[in-house]
């Protein structure tokens, strides 16, 4: 068994290798019915990993609706052979060919009601260090900065100020950003197969992991850190924990929700179900009651409006967007789209005292400009490619748009013009940028196995430090990524 290292100043249990795992996918086909042979075989090599009911546990589910992208033979490859750099060992000396493709076919096979109730999230949850460790070191921990490595399945931590690495430890196949409490004391992150992190930012510990469920969308936390909230696509529901991640209570939901987020200024979660027009309101701060409004047609994303009670929402056929009054619980503006934006990779900023927003969309090599006082769609601004993030801060004058190529483009935040671009690693792509909290310095991405983080000027465009990394996918800055709703209240 081939296993991968990682830096980590206290001793984490083997019970966590779930988070370096691979998630596997593999089409829906016709499958049979698994005989009780199989079903043993299956018992007796693979459900201490991945659960009685393939629902996942320290290893990800093995259910068809998430098993689409590769062949039999690839899977079976897998089985006999096993998964370099993770606890998957190769059962080619054990299993026959016939087994192994009667397991395959077991895989293939529907679980019906699959349900994972607050008994099932109970006994997952695992304490993982309880002591603090006196060797942490002392930073300013408003400008942590967090590399989300999926080559490895962890989160670097870095001081911002110095750039040095002050841990790494292993999550998995992290879905949505880590969230930070207002203190900057606590981060929280949810892998795809619903499995909960909290890590001790403070005296940098990995505290504790759970499953919310067999696949969750995102997570959103209070700013205290006492209630955190995982919406889950299977089962449908919202699980709320505490800080220390024990379930509190589990509340159904009627659709498949979109994603959960916490209301700046109120204490609630806030969350849209992309199939059915209703947005949900979970008040945290009296016993969790839910309040249901009625939209006008289901959401399909959203996110809010920097320093207003309202939201942007995305519909599902991708051909408008919405700009929606909380408090009046109606539609102020519609703009018309060619592509289904990326809402929650938007960029807001402020140009002459007004707000405006930039944004790409899915399967469109074009950036959209709106002018948020008025809602209008001033520019469409041709790109490279079609990218995936829009990044800007207050500390740079260029909106940093990742393209699906090699290249980010910058535009001027005050012409609101292509200006220039940056190529961080030829022939590889760069994507998401993440600013410093001062945002003078502007890490971008280089997505590759033998890939880095690279830090520019973000005023001058001068590389700074070259970092490497597998497959680096996101970058989060602890003040921005907690406090960049508030900025523009100050301004």
Known sequence: ??????????????????????????????????????QKLFQQHC??????????????????????????????????????????????????????????????????????????????????????????????????ILVVERGTGSIAVFDGNSMQKLDQFPVGRIHGGPKFDHSFENIYAVTRDGTVVWYDLEHQQLKATVKAAV??????????????????????????????????????????????YQLPGEGKFVLTLKNVPVLLAIDYEANFQVKRVTLPEPFEDFMFVPGKKQIIASLRKGTRILLYDMDQQKVLGT??????????????????????????????????????????????????GSGYFARTHPGTPFIWVDTNTEEVQLVDKKTLKLTSHLIPAAGKKAMHTEFSADGKQALISVWHPEGAVVIYDSESLEEIKRMPFKMPIGKYNAFNKTYSHYQFKKQ
């Open 335 to 384: 703009i018309q789209t060619k592509a289904l934006p990326h809402l929650f990779s938007a960029a807001f900023f402020q140009k002459e005292g007004a707000l405006y927003a930039a944004l790409n969309h899915i399967g469109l090599p074009q950036l959209s400009i709106i002018d948020m006082e008025q809602f209008q769609l001033l520019h469409q601004i041709p790109l490279k």
């Open 47 to 144: 459900a201490s990993c991945h659960g009685i009911k393939r629902y996942g546990g320290i290893a990800p589910p093995l259910l068809p609706q998430f098993l689409r992208r590769k062949k039999d033979t690839q899977l079976q490859s897998i089985i006999g052979q096993g998964l370099p750099s993770t606890q998957m060992v190769g059962y080619s000396k054990i299993l026959t060919t016939d087994q192994i493709e009667n397991l395959v076919a077991f895989l293939r096979t529907p679980v019906q009601k699959v349900s994972w109730e607050i008994q099932d999230i109970q006994a997952s949850r695992q304490l993982l260090s309880s002591n603090p460790d006196s060797s942490a070191k002392e930073f300013d921990r408003r400008n942590t």
């Open 1 to 38: 068994m081939t296993m991968t290292v990682f830096r980590v100043s206290r001793p984490i249990i083997g019970s966590i290798s779930f988070l370096l795992l691979i998630a596997w996918v593999l089409p829906v086909g016709i499958s049979m019915a698994a005989t009780p042979q199989t």
């Open 215 to 260: 696949n969750t969308r995102n997570i959103a936390i209070s700013p205290d850190a006492k209630f955190i909230a995982a919406v889950n696509q299977l089962p449908q529901n919202v699980v709320i924990f505490d800080k220390t991640l024990n379930p509190l209570k589990i509340i159904p939901l009627a659709g498949k929700p979109s994603a959960i």
